[in-house]
């Protein structure tokens, strides 16, 4: 009976966490699914050229307001980069899609407080600028080319069809586009299916919450944790949130609630906000990314396809 107890208060402590942050949810789906029927994906392989300043910026908007699943994301950047999108700014539009994303911040806020949700966006920006700094020092250009090669090898062997890109049916222009009742409708529909595709890492994310925060007992966070030994706690509390979103296999939008959880257990906010910054790290991640040559994301890809 009072395991029954348990499983039922847990479920109702996700429910609330889920109830409070839905508004957060749905804005954030909605504004995903207008950029991603009103910006045709050849007008962000043409932004994608370069990795100047002013397209890594505009870039990391276009991330910002993208779908929140860090899959996607991943399967998305490897996309572009086929493509012919410059390889720096695919992968900075990954990790905007995955650290800078509306929703997530608003959630954040919601669940933890709005240091965690400041910490995402700075630590998100410093991450970015870091990455592009590096990215051309650490992979040569000839590599990059060829990886791109066996991306289109891959692609041609597979004869795919190409979908036709939604957001270049509704008129030439931008204005165009966002006056087109059929591009709105494609805007709710690309909502849902971010909604669609992401309700399993939504569900195991709160349900986990709710179990961590009635299941668990203070002095198992104590033991994991290890907490009140200062700059050793942060340290530690810094390497066990990685591991942790290393395997718990929930994308970025599904970590929010296991974060605010594992926070109010003990982990250290570093820890906390470490384990945030770790979703790309997750397993079903690896076969996504740019430098691989598998197939799409776990959890789908809803930007169609353009030719």
């Known amino acids: 009976m009072a395991f029954l107890d ?3 208060q847990s479920v109702l402590e996700g429910f609330f966490m889920f109830w409070g942050t839905l508004w957060a949810l749905v804005l954030g789906f909605t504004l995903s699914g207008a950029v991603q ?22 870039t990391g908007l276009l991330g910002a307001a993208s779908s929140s699943c860090s899959y996607a994301a991943a399967a998305l950047a490897k996309s572009l ?19 800078l994303v509306v929703e997530l911040g608003i959630v954040l806020w919601l669940l933890a407080g709005w240091q965690f949700a400041l910490a995402e966006f700075v630590g998100g920006a410093i991450m970015i600028a870091l990455f592009v700094l590096a990215a051309p020092r650490v992979f040569p250009a000839a590599e990059l ?28 222009g931008l204005w165009a586009r966002i006056r087109s009742a059929a591009g709105w409708a494609d805007a709710a529909g690309y909502a849902v299916s971010d909604a669609t ?49 290393f395997a718990s296999f929930v994308c970025s939008i599904g970590n929010v609630p296991l974060a605010a ?47």
């Open 37 to 58: 029927a009103f910006v045709s994906r050849r007008e962000m392989q043409k932004a994608m050229g370069d990795h100047r300043p002013a397209t890594v910026v505009r």
């Open 197 to 245: 595709m992401l309700r399993r890492e939504l569900i195991i994310g709160y349900l986990v919450a709710g179990l961590l925060a009635v299941a668990v007992p203070p002095a198992v966070y104590s033991a994991v944790f290890f907490p009140g030994h200062g700059l050793l706690t942060d340290a530690w509390d810094a390497l066990v949130g990685p591991l942790v979103a």
């Open 6 to 8: 348990t499983v039922w």
């Open 81 to 99: 980069f086929q493509r012919g999108a410059d390889f720096t700014t695919a992968m900075v539009f990954m990790l905007a899609s995955t650290n």
């Open 145 to 172: 080319e060829q990886a791109r090669a066996r991306l289109a090898e891959r692609a041609a062997a597979q004869s795919h069809p190409e979908e036709a890109d939604g957001a270049e049916q509704h008129g030439t």
């Open 261 to 307: 959880a594992l926070y109010r257990g003990g982990l250290g906010f570093g820890g906390t906000v470490a384990f945030v910054f770790a979703d790309l790290i997750a397993f079903p991640s690896w076969p996504s990314t740019p430098s691989s040559t598998a197939g799409a994301s776990p959890c789908g890809s809803s930007w169609r396809s353009g030719r």
